[in-house]
């Protein structure tokens, strides 16, 4: 998928349902949110989405704090909306298909698009804040900016990132950044 696609995915939603919050927005499309202790050790889970049965379910790492949760929750309704038809989608943090990372990709551009309006965005740059200061204005991590910048430039703005995130950086966030950063 484009970014194009993707982003134009994350704006049909938000108008369907006239909402923008990962909680409302799941509970709204009728998907099961659960939250399960998952530890906050190198490498732990932060969350998975399944279909069963027909019914979609997402678990986030409970242990986690509430800002990373909905980055988290944002990024699972990314592969709920852009992958649940895939037969790899309950195993999409298993590095068993070669579009893994693609799919990974795809849902943090969802995610970006969908916690990071663009007018938010451009209105903490033109506060002269630098990149990290502005995630942190944001609440987000600084490569789910790094995302959000990359749609920005499709659609013209001339922002450039410091960083080039990858497609699973919510895997090991914790190494990098560490997850108490965010409380």
């Known amino acids: 998928m484009t970014i194009e696609q ?7 939603l938000k108008k369907k349902y006239d909402e923008t919050d990962p909680e ?20 732990c889970c932060k969350g998975f989405f399944l279909v069963h049965r027909r019914k979609k379910h997402i678990t986030i790492n409970g ?20 992958h649940s038809g895939s037969s790899s989608a309950a195993f999409h943090d298993v590095i068993l298909f070669d579009t893994a990372d693609q799919k990974e990709y795809e849902a943090n551009v969802f995610a ?21 200061q502005a995630a942190k ?22 922002v450039e990132s410091p960083i080039t995130a990858n497609g699973d950086f919510l895997k090991n966030l914790e190494q990098r950044t560490g997850v108490p950063a965010f409380d």
């Open 24 to 43: 409302r927005l799941a509970e709204q499309m009728k998907i099961l949110v659960s939250r399960e202790s998952m530890g906050l050790f190198e490498g």
């Open 63 to 82: 242990d986690l704090p509430d800002v990373l949760q909905k980055v988290v929750l944002a990024h699972e309704l990314g592969h709920c909306v852009l």
């Open 112 to 132: 970006s698009e969908l916690l990071l309006p663009d007018e938010a965005v451009l209105e903490v740059l033109n506060d002269d804040m630098f990149f990290f």
């Open 137 to 158: 204005a944001l609440y987000v991590p600084s490569e789910l900016l790094d995302f959000k910048f990359r749609i920005l430039k499709r659609r013209g703005y001339k």
């Open 6 to 12: 993707i982003s134009d995915a994350a704006k049909r």
